[in-house]
Protein backbone atom coordinates (compact mmCIF):
# COMPACT_ATOMS: atom_id res chain seq x y z
CA UNK A 1 0.00 0.00 0.00
CA UNK A 2 1.03 3.31 -0.81
CA UNK A 3 3.76 2.25 -3.90
CA UNK A 4 1.18 2.30 -6.62
CA UNK A 5 2.30 2.84 -10.15
CA UNK A 6 1.29 6.01 -11.55
CA UNK A 7 -2.27 5.49 -13.57
CA UNK A 8 -0.76 5.28 -17.15
CA UNK A 9 -2.91 5.14 -20.57
CA UNK A 10 -6.37 5.80 -18.91
CA UNK A 11 -5.80 2.75 -16.80
CA UNK A 12 -6.38 3.48 -13.36
CA UNK A 13 -4.60 1.64 -10.21
CA UNK A 14 -6.11 0.90 -6.81
CA UNK A 15 -4.38 -1.05 -4.41
CA UNK A 16 -6.69 -3.91 -2.16
CA UNK A 17 -5.64 -4.44 0.95
CA UNK A 18 -7.12 -8.27 1.80
CA UNK A 19 -6.84 -10.07 5.32
CA UNK A 20 -8.06 -13.60 6.61
CA UNK A 21 -11.26 -13.11 8.65
CA UNK A 22 -12.70 -17.22 9.42
CA UNK A 23 -15.30 -15.56 11.59
CA UNK A 24 -16.78 -13.87 8.41
CA UNK A 25 -16.01 -16.73 6.11
CA UNK A 26 -18.15 -19.03 8.32
CA UNK A 27 -21.25 -16.66 7.38
CA UNK A 28 -20.93 -16.50 3.97
CA UNK A 29 -23.33 -20.07 3.26
CA UNK A 30 -25.90 -18.79 5.01
CA UNK A 31 -26.23 -15.51 3.46
CA UNK A 32 -26.24 -17.40 0.23
CA UNK A 33 -28.98 -19.25 1.15
CA UNK A 34 -30.94 -16.00 2.14
CA UNK A 35 -30.40 -14.73 -1.21
CA UNK A 36 -27.90 -12.49 0.09
CA UNK A 37 -25.54 -13.49 -1.69
CA UNK A 38 -26.12 -14.81 -5.47
CA UNK A 39 -23.21 -16.57 -7.77
CA UNK A 40 -24.07 -16.46 -11.66
CA UNK A 41 -23.31 -19.57 -12.98
CA UNK A 42 -23.26 -19.74 -16.68
CA UNK A 43 -22.56 -23.64 -17.07
CA UNK A 44 -21.74 -26.84 -14.94
CA UNK A 45 -19.69 -29.50 -16.57
CA UNK A 46 -18.91 -33.12 -14.58
CA UNK A 47 -15.64 -33.64 -13.85
CA UNK A 48 -14.71 -35.82 -16.63
CA UNK A 49 -15.62 -32.97 -18.96
CA UNK A 50 -13.17 -30.84 -17.30
CA UNK A 51 -11.29 -30.08 -21.06
CA UNK A 52 -14.71 -28.94 -22.29
CA UNK A 53 -15.58 -26.72 -19.33
CA UNK A 54 -11.90 -24.98 -19.74
CA UNK A 55 -12.35 -25.13 -23.33
CA UNK A 56 -15.19 -23.15 -22.64
CA UNK A 57 -14.07 -20.99 -20.57
CA UNK A 58 -11.51 -19.76 -22.57
CA UNK A 59 -13.76 -18.54 -25.53
CA UNK A 60 -15.24 -16.20 -23.47
CA UNK A 61 -18.27 -14.12 -23.62
CA UNK A 62 -19.69 -15.98 -20.00
CA UNK A 63 -23.03 -14.58 -18.37
CA UNK A 64 -21.30 -16.02 -14.98
CA UNK A 65 -19.03 -18.79 -14.03
CA UNK A 66 -18.49 -22.25 -14.62
CA UNK A 67 -18.93 -25.01 -12.41
CA UNK A 68 -17.27 -28.32 -12.13
CA UNK A 69 -19.81 -30.85 -10.51
CA UNK A 70 -18.24 -34.28 -8.50
Known amino acids: ?3 EP ?3 RGIRVYALG ?3 D ?3 LTELPALADQGVLRAGVAEAYP ?3 AA ?3 ARLFRGG ?5 VLVP
Open 6 to 8: WSE
Open 22 to 24: GAL
Open 62 to 66: LPGRI
Open 52 to 54: QAH
Open 1 to 3: MGE
Open 18 to 20: VRA
Open 47 to 49: LHS
